[in-house]
């Protein structure tokens, strides 16, 4: 059974602080694992896709990285719009429709 | 931007009610996702749709729900007799054709069952 596991639960930053968030999974075989922001109330909005294994990819103040066994999701300097949750999520091999599996998230707060 | 949308925001309905919660998916997508969120739970797949059938399906989606795409353009989700346990967020979610890709979400729709 695929699994991701996200860590810290919650994250309180000072505007400014850099920090990583984590996210470990199992999965037969990865076919993408992708980073998803969600605020309060609202749908999970798209951040990235990760393919393989060191492969990175960047948008403003968050890059995102993939190792075999886990992601990082790094914060350069975040802002308190950066306040969210995140969620991670892996799509295994087999058939052209996998469902994605999520992490409970990481819940950072980020202070002014 | 292309959106997937979401009708209605918020449903409220009474035990052993039916309930219909209803999705446009973003225009040239063709695969079509419905995704629950239990408060402080994490987001959990019930099912997925493509050439009008259902390819892959979870426990949760046993034979009290059902899904249809009713014409060119919508995306539903039927709960024929609702418990209190199927009070979440419902999120529709589409992506475009070919192995793999983002799914985009929906806004969801918070079900609530009195």
């Known amino acids: 059974e695929d699994q991701v596991t996200q860590s810290p639960e919650a994250l309180r930053l000072q505007e400014g602080e850099s920090s990583s968030l984590n996210c470990s999974y199992t999965?037969?075989?990865?076919?993408?694992l992708f980073w998803y922001r969600q605020d309060p109330g609202k749908g999970p909005e798209f951040l990235f896709t990760?393919?393989?294994a060191g492969e990175e990819k960047e948008k403003e103040r968050l890059k995102a990285t993939l190792t075999k066994k886990e992601s990082f999701l790094h914060i350069t300097a975040p802002k308190p719009e950066d306040s969210a949750t995140y969620l991670c999520?892996?799509?295994?091999?087999?058939?052209?429709?996998?469902?994605?599996?999520f992490g409970k998230g990481i819940t950072l707060s980020v202070r002014p | 931007e292309p959106e997937v949308t979401q009708t209605p925001s918020h449903q409220v309905t009474q035990m052993g009610q039916e309930v219909i919660l209803r999705c446009v998916p973003i225009?040239?997508?063709?695969?079509f996702y419905w995704y629950r969120q239990i408060l402080g739970q994490k987001v959990e797949f019930l099912v997925s749709?493509?050439?009008?059938?259902?390819?892959?399906k979870s426990e949760i989606f046993d034979d009290q729900f059902s899904v249809e795409r009713p014409d060119g353009s919508n995306f539903t989700l039927k709960i024929r007799s609702t418990k209190l346990e199927d009070s979440a967020m419902y999120f529709c979610?589409?992506?475009?054709?070919?192995?793999?890709?983002?799914?985009?979400f929906g806004p969801g729709t918070r079900l609530t069952v009195t």
């Open positions: 979610a589409s992506r475009r054709i070919g192995q793999g890709g983002e799914q985009y």
């Open positions: 999965v037969s075989g990865l076919r993408g």
């Open positions: 990760l393919y393989s």
């Open positions: 999520a892996v799509q295994a091999t087999g058939g052209a429709n996998s469902k994605l599996t």
């Open positions: 225009s040239n997508h063709l695969y």
């Open positions: 749709f493509y050439n009008n059938e259902i390819s892959e």
